[in-house]
C-alpha cells in the first residue's frame, strides 16, 4: 500500500529564541498536546507515556534539543514504512515576538531538495497581514514557480481568520498556480494564537468565492468535526486531513470509529487524507494499516466497513492525486 504524509514539519534548532516568553509558554502547551494526543491507545493501553517515552516515538525535538533534518525524516519514513511525506516550514513568528521564524522556506527548501524522490514541499509563507499580502504573494509565486513547491500551508492561528477578505489575493493566486492550499483548521494547541480563526465553517466563504482552489482541511476540524463534515459535504474542493486523528479518537476507540466514519459518510472516501503531523511516526502508520469500524459500531450507526480501496485511497492515494503525483511501485 503506497502511504504519503499530508503533514510533516521541520524545524531546526531552537536554543537561540528559547527565552522568550511566549517560546517557553508554548513548549509547556506542546507537552501537554503530546501528553493528550501522542498515547495514541493503539492497542488498548490506558497508560500514559512519559514525556521521555513521547520524545523518542515521535522525534520531536523539544526545548533545547536539536531539531530535525530531511534526512532524520526520511529515517524515520523507511523505519515506519511511508513512501512519501509533504513537509511544511513553521512560522511561529510571534512565538519570538518578531525575532525570526522557527524556520524559513528557504531552508526547508534546501533539506527536500536532497530527497526529490520522498520529500514534497509545501511552502508557508505567513503570517501573511503582518508582512504583507503583496510580499507572501510574491514570496508564494517564487516558491512555486523556482523551488518547485507543490503546495501551499495557512496557519491562521496567529494571522487573521481563514475568511478574512483581506487574504482573498493570496487565495487568488494559489488557485491561479493550480496549486493545493493545506489549511491549520479546528483547535489551536500552540501559544499564542486563536482558535478562532480556524474555524471549520469559515471555510464556507473560501470555498464559495475560489470553487476552483483545492482546500486540504487539516485535523479535521477538530473538535468541530460535525461543522467540518458538513462543509466538506456541501464543497467538492474540500478535503478532510485526519492528522492526528488516533490522538483525538483516543486510538482504534469507538469515538475514532465515529470520527473517521462520519467524515468518510459526508466527504466521501475520495476527499479524506491521511497524515500524522508527527513526521509519518510508526504508531500512526500501524492505526493507518489496522483501523477498522468494528462489528458492533456497524450495528449501532450503521456505518460501513472500511474497505481496502478505500484505505489505499485515504492513505495517499488522494492525496497523490491532489499533487498530481504519480504514485511509485509499492512491493
Not at 521541520?10 to 494526543?37: E, W
Not at 514534497?120 to 508582512?131: E, Q, T
Not at 493570496?170 to 480556524?198: D, M
Not at 470520527?259 to 497524515?275: P, S
Request: aromatic share 10%; hydrophobic share 40%.
Amino acid at each position: 500500500m503506497f502511504i504519503f504524509d499530508c503533514e510533516c514539519h521541520l524545524v531546526p534548532a531552537a536554543s537561540d529564541i528559547n527565552y522568550f516568553p511566549f517560546y517557553k509558554m508554548n513548549q509547556i502547551a506542546l507537552r501537554g498536546t503530546l501528553r493528550a494526543t501522542v498515547p495514541l491507545m493503539l492497542y488498548g493501553i490506558q497508560d500514559r507515556m512519559t514525556v521521555e517515552e513521547m520524545r523518542k516515538m515521535t522525534r520531536r525535538r523539544i526545548g533545547k534539543e536539536p531539531g530535525e533534518s530531511g534526512a532524520a525524516l526520511v529515517e524515520k519514513m523507511d523505519e515506519a514504512g511511508v513512501q512519501m511525506a509533504c513537509v511544511l516550514p513553521e512560522s511561529f513568528l510571534p512565538m519570538s515576538l518578531g525575532a525570526r521564524m522557527m524556520s524559513t522556506n528557504g531552508w526547508l527548501a534546501q533539506e527536500i531538495e536532497k530527497y526529490p524522490d520522498r520529500l514534497v514541499g509545501v511552502c508557508n509563507v505567513g503570517p501573511l497581514i503582518s508582512r504583507g499580502v503583496k510580499n507572501a504573494v510574491w514570496e508564494l509565486e517564487y516558491l512555486v514557480q523556482e523551488r518547485n513547491f507543490k503546495a501551499v500551508k495557512l496557519y491562521p492561528v496567529d494571522d487573521v481568520p481563514i475568511n478574512d477578505e483581506r487574504l482573498w489575493p493570496y487565495y487568488e493566486k494559489i488557485q491561479q498556480l493550480g496549486v493545493p492550499l493545506f489549511i491549520h483548521t479546528g483547535y489551536s494547541w500552540c501559544i499564542p494564537g486563536r482558535s478562532a480563526n480556524c474555524l471549520p465553517w469559515l471555510l464556507e466563504d473560501v470555498c464559495e468565492a475560489f470553487p476552483g482552489l483545492t482546500i486540504v482541511a487539516y485535523h479535521m476540524g477538530y473538535p468541530f468535526t460535525d461543522a467540518m463534515n458538513m462543509c466538506a459535504m456541501k464543497y467538492p474542493n474540500l478535503y478532510i486531513g485526519t492528522s492526528l486523528l488516533p490522538g483525538f479518537g483516543h486510538g482504534m476507540s469507538v469515538r475514532a470509529q465515529i470520527l473517521l466514519a462520519e467524515a468518510m459518510m459526508y466527504a466521501g472516501a475520495d476527499r479524506i487524507v491521511w497524515g500524522t503531523d508527527l513526521g509519518a511516526n510508526t504508531g500512526e502508520v500501524e492505526f493507518l494499516k489496522r483501523f477498522q469500524i468494528s462489528e458492533q459500531v456497524r450495528r449501532d450507526y450503521g456505518y460501513p466497513p472500511i474497505s481496502e480501496e478505500d484505505r489505499a485511497k485515504w492513505a495517499g492515494l488522494n492525496l497523490a492525486g491532489i499533487l498530481k503525483i504519480t504514485p511509485p511501485q509499492v512491493k
